[in-house]
C-alpha cells in the first residue's frame, strides 16, 4: 500500500482482504490467456453495444468508447449496509433542504444556509419558488472517497439529474459476463430493484384522472450530450419513450406527447436536461432544448419532473460544511457520512484559514455553473499560487476549498503492452494489476417507504497515478460488486401481476420525432443504396479503362448531375466519381449521406438492437478518407451495399411491425419509387444513341441486371428493360412495384391514394411503341413514359411533405378531448 493511501484489495501486511480472497482464488485458477481473452472481451462488449461517452473537441473523436477496467471493485456486505444508510439519510436531508427553499425559507431566516450561496446562483430557478412536490429529489447520488483511515466521506452531491446509474446498469452486464462463476458464487447484490423502485416512483406519483394508464418518459438534450448512450439505454431498459423538447408540448395546463397516433398526456418526466434550459418562456429563451409553458403545467400539477426544476442549487460544494448543522436542526440527527471538510470562502475567517493552509486544499468553484478544474494547492508554484491567491481575495464568493484527501486505491488491470503480445514468457497477474486512485458514485431513488439506495455504484478511477478522478480527462470505471452475507435472488425489470386492463393499454407511444427519424433513415439508407450503385457501375468502367465506356460514362455523369450527387463539368473527370464517394464535402454524395443516415440512426438509438446499431456504426467507419484511390473507393462501394442490404434485411425480418416500422418502409419506397422514376426519366429523355449506352448500368442502377440476363439472355434492349425497371410488379426495384407496395399500406388513411390514378395510367402504358429503334412513334412513346414518370417522382416528393406535415409537425393538430384521446 502506498503512503497515505487505503488500498482497497491489500491490507498493511500486502495481504488480500477477506472480501476480496475469494475473487482473487477465482483469479489465481485462470490461465493468463484466459484473462486476456476476457479483456478484450469487455472491450470488444462495450464497442459491439455501442457504449460511449461523448467528449467534445476530443483528439480521438466526439464518441469516446466507454472505458471498463476488467478487475470490479469489492465492497463487504457490512460496509455496504453503513454506506447505504448514510446515504439515504443524507438523500432526505437534502430533499428537505430543497423543499425549504422553495417554499418557507427558514433555513436561510436562521442562519443556517447563507442567503449569497443560494440567491447568487443561476441554478435558483425564481419561478419556481412556491410550487410545492411531493418530491423534489426522486433520484440523488453521492461522489464518495475513502481516505487514508479507511472512512467513506461525501466529496460532492449530484442532485440536477444524476448520471452513471445507467452506465453501473452497463457496467454490471458486461462484467456479469466476463465473471459468470465469481459473480454467482460471490453473491453479489442485484441492481434490478434499484430501477424497479424509480419505475414505481414515477409511477405512482403520476397525476392520472379517469382511470388512466400513467406515461413517463425520458427527456434528453439530444444526441450531442455527453451521456446521450446513458439516456438512450435507460429508456430501453426502464421502457420509457426517450424524447427531446421539441417532442412535447403544453396544451392547456398537461404536457402532451406528439406521437404518430396523435397527442398523448404525459404524466412523468425523468429529465436529464438541466433545469434552466426546460421552459424557454420562463427560464430560458435562448435555448430550443426545452417545452414553452412546462412551468404552467408543474403549477398546475399535472406533471411530475424527477428531478424538479431548480433541484440542482445543492450542487454546490460550498453548502456541504452546513449541513450537518441542518441535519441537528431538521431531524436531531448527525450525519451518519460527513462530507469532506469544506470552507467557503464568502465567510472571512475561512477565507483566511484558506490561504494559509493552501498546500492542503483543493480549491473549486462555489457555483456550478462557473467552469473551472480543480486546483490543487501543493501542486502550484509561487507565481500560480499569488495569482490564486489574488483570486480568492477579489471574489471570494465564488471559492470553496476543501480537505485535499489522497483517495484510495483500487486495483485495475493493464493493457498488454506491444513487447508482451510477441513475449512468449509468461508474466504474473500481479504485474498486470496497477493501483489507481478510485471514487465512487452511489445513487438513492425516493420510494414509498423513504430512499432506497442502489446496491452498486459507478466506480471510477483515475488515467494515471493522481487525484483526479474524471471521464473527461480520461479516467476510466470498474462495476462496483457489492456483496451479500446471503444468497440473492435475481429480480426482473418486469412489473408483477399486470392485468386485462394493462394488456390492453400497453400502447406503444411512439414520439413523432422516432417516426421522423425512422422514416428518414428508410429514405437515406435507400438513397445510399442508389447512389452507391450509380458511383459503382461508373468506377467498375473508370477501372476497366476502355474507350467503349465512356458513353455509358457521360450519361452516367448527366444522371449524377441530375440527381445533384455531383455537378456535371464540361470534361469527363474520373475525380468527380471518386469525390463522390469519398468526400462528406459533396453534399449529394455517398459520405455525406452516410453521414445523414447515422446522425438519423443516432437519434433514435433506444429503438435499436446491438446488431442494428453495430451496422450503422460499422457503415460510417467503412468511408474512406478523401484521398482514397479508384480501388479503394470501389471496395468501399461494395462494402457500403453490403450494409444496405444488411439493413434492409433487419428491417424485413427483425423489427416489430408497428407505426415506426411502418414509416421505415415509407421511406425506403418512396425514396426508391422517386429514384428509379427519375433515372429512368432522365434516360428517355436522352438521344436513342445514348439510351442505348445507358440500358445496362440502368439494370445495374436498379439491381437488376441478373434478373435481366436470367429472363432474355442477350444484351438489354430497351423494350425489356423498360418493362424490368418500370413495370414488372413482382421486381422490387421496378415503379410498379413501389407503388403497389403503397398502396397496400391500408391500415390507416396515410393519403398514399393519390398514388392509384398515377399506378393505374402506368399499368395500361402501351409498349408496343417501344419495339422500334428509332422513329417518330418511338420517340413519342419515350416521351410520354418519361413524363408519366417524372409526374410518378413529384407525387413522390409531395406525399412526402404531406406525411411531414400530419404525422411528424402536427400542424393543426387539435386538443385531445376525453379519456381516449389522452
Not at 451496422?615 to 450494409?643: C, K, N, V, W
Request: with cysteine; charged share 20%; hydrophobic share 45%.
Amino acid at each position: 500500500m502506498g503512503e497515505h493511501r487505503y488500498d482497497e484489495m491489500l491490507d498493511d501486511a500486502g495481504s488480500p482482504r477477506p472480501h476480496w480472497r475469494a475473487f482473487l482464488a477465482h483469479l489465481d485458477a485462470l490461465p493468463l490467456e484466459t484473462m486476456q481473452r476476457r479483456c478484450r472481451f469487455v472491450n470488444d462488449a462495450i464497442a459491439s453495444d455501442g457504449v460511449t461517452y461523448n467528449v467534445y473537441a476530443d483528439p480521438k473523436g466526439a464518441s469516446r468508447p466507454w472505458e471498463l477496467d476488467l478487475l470490479p471493485l469489492i465492497l463487504p456486505a457490512n460496509e455496504w449496509r453503513a454506506i447505504a444508510s448514510a446515504v439515504a439519510q443524507r438523500a432526505r436531508l437534502l430533499n428537505a433542504v430543497l423543499a425549504d427553499l422553495y417554499g418557507p425559507q427558514t433555513l436561510l431566516a436562521e442562519g443556517l444556509i447563507p442567503p449569497a450561496l443560494v440567491f447568487g446562483q443561476r441554478s435558483f430557478l425564481w419561478p419556481l419558488h412556491g410550487v410545492t412536490a411531493p418530491t423534489g429529489l426522486h433520484v440523488y447520488a453521492a461522489d464518495l472517497a475513502r481516505s487514508p483511515d479507511g472512512h467513506w466521506w461525501v466529496l460532492a452531491d449530484r442532485t440536477g439529474g444524476p448520471s452513471g446509474a445507467g452506465y453501473a446498469l452497463q457496467n454490471r452486464m458486461t462484467l456479469a459476463r466476463a465473471f459468470p462463476d465469481a459473480f454467482r458464487e460471490l453473491h453479489v447484490e442485484p441492481l434490478a430493484p434499484f430501477f424497479s423502485a424509480l419505475q414505481d416512483s414515477l409511477y405512482r406519483l403520476s397525476p392520472t384522472r379517469g382511470g388512466e394508464a400513467p406515461l413517463a418518459v425520458l427527456l434528453t438534450p439530444g444526441p450531442y450530450n455527453e451521456t446521450y448512450f446513458e439516456h438512450s439505454f435507460l429508456a430501453r431498459y426502464l421502457g420509457f419513450p426517450l424524447v427531446e423538447g421539441q417532442d412535447l408540448i403544453v396544451r392547456g395546463d398537461s404536457v402532451y406527447l406528439k406521437t404518430l397516433r396523435g397527442l398523448r398526456r404525459v404524466h412523468a418526466i425523468l429529465r436529464r436536461l438541466d433545469g434552466d434550459y426546460c421552459d424557454p418562456v420562463e427560464l430560458r429563451a435562448d435555448s430550443a432544448l426545452g417545452i414553452p409553458g412546462l412551468l404552467h403545467a408543474i403549477r398546475a400539477g399535472n406533471v411530475v419532473i424527477a428531478n424538479a426544476l431548480g433541484s440542482g442549487v445543492l450542487e454546490t460544494g460550498a453548502l456541504a460544511g452546513f449541513y450537518p448543522a441542518v441535519s441537528e436542526r431538521l431531524f436531531g440527527e448527525k450525519l451518519g457520512m460527513p462530507s469532506i471538510a469544506t470552507w467557503w470562502c464568502g465567510e472571512a475567517p475561512a477565507l483566511e484559514y484558506v490561504i494559509e493552509h493552501l498546500d492542503e486544499l483543493v480549491i473549486k468553484p462555489s457555483y456550478p455553473s462557473i467552469r473551472m478544474e480543480a486546483v490543487f494547492g501543493h501542486t502550484l508554484d509561487e507565481l500560480a499560487r499569488a495569482q490564486l491567491i489574488a483570486r480568492l481575495q477579489a471574489q471570494p464568493h465564488a471559492y470553496v476549498a476543501q480537505e485535499w484527501v489522497r483517495l484510495s486505491h483500487a486495483p485495475t488491470w493493464g493493457r498488454e503492452r506491444e513487447h508482451e503480445k510477441h513475449d512468449k514468457a509468461p508474466h504474473s497477474r500481479r504485474s498486470r494489476m496497477h493501483a489507481r486512485s478510485a471514487t465512487l458514485r452511489v445513487f438513492a431513488v425516493a420510494t414509498a417507504n423513504g430512499y432506497t439506495v442502489m446496491p452498486g455504484a459507478l466506480t471510477r478511477v483515475a488515467q494515471y497515478d493522481g487525484d483526479v478522478v474524471s471521464m473527461q480527462w480520461g479516467g476510466s470505471s470498474k462495476d462496483t460488486w457489492m456483496l451479500a452475507d446471503r444468497p440473492v435472488t435475481r429480480v426482473s425489470l418486469r412489473r408483477p401481476r399486470l392485468g386485462a386492463d394493462d394488456v390492453v393499454r400497453s400502447v406503444a407511444f411512439i414520439p413523432s420525432r422516432v417516426g421522423e427519424n425512422l422514416y428518414w433513415m428508410g429514405r437515406y439508407t435507400e438513397r445510399c443504396e442508389g447512389i452507391a450503385r450509380l458511383l459503382r457501375a461508373a468506377l467498375v468502367r473508370l477501372a476497366d479503362a476502355d474507350p467503349e465506356s465512356e458513353p455509358a460514362l457521360r450519361s452516367l455523369a448527366s444522371v449524377s448531375d441530375r440527381l445533384k450527387i455531383f455537378a456535371k463539368g464540361d470534361e469527363l473527370d474520373a475525380r468527380d466519381f471518386i469525390a463522390a464517394v469519398v468526400d462528406p464535402q459533396v453534399q449529394g454524395g455517398l459520405a455525406a449521406n452516410v453521414l445523414r443516415l447515422h446522425a438519423c440512426a443516432n437519434h433514435v438509438r433506444e429503438r435499436m438492437s446491438t446488431d442494428n446499431w453495430h451496422l450503422f456504426h460499422r457503415l460510417q467507419q467503412r468511408l474512406p478518407g478523401p484521398d482514397a484511390s479508384l480501388g479503394y473507393a470501389l471496395e468501399s462501394l461494395d462494402d457500403i451495399m453490403m450494409t444496405c442490404v444488411s439493413l434492409a434485411g433487419f428491417a424485413l425480418d427483425d423489427m416489430t411491425r408497428d407505426e415506426s416500422w411502418q414509416f421505415l418502409v415509407l421511406g425506403r419506397r418512396l425514396e426508391r419509387l422517386a429514384h428509379v422514376a427519375g433515372i429512368v426519366a432522365h434516360v428517355l429523355g436522352a438521344s436513342a444513341a445514348e439510351r442505348v449506352d445507358a440500358l445496362e448500368w440502368l439494370l445495374e442502377a436498379t439491381n437488376s441486371i441478373v434478373t435481366f440476363r436470367a429472363l432474355y439472355r442477350r444484351t438489354p434492349e430497351l423494350l425489356p428493360v423498360l418493362h424490368l425497371v418500370v413495370l414488372d410488379d413482382t421486381n422490387p426495384h421496378a415503379v410498379a412495384f413501389q407503388i403497389r407496395d403503397l398502396l397496400l399500406v391500408q391500415e390507416r388513411d396515410l393519403g398514399l391514394h393519390a398514388l392509384a390514378p398515377l399506378g393505374e395510367a402506368l399499368r395500361h402504358t402501351p409498349l408496343g411503341g417501344f419495339q422500334a429503334e428509332a422513329g417518330e412513334v418511338l420517340e413519342a412513346s419515350c416521351t410520354e413514359l418519361a413524363g408519366l414518370l417524372l409526374r410518378i417522382e413529384r407525387a413522390a416528393f409531395g406525399l412526402s411533405d404531406e406525411l411531414q406535415r400530419r404525422f411528424f409537425t402536427h400542424a393543426g393538430t387539435p386538443v385531445p378531448v376525453g379519456i381516449e384521446a389522452q
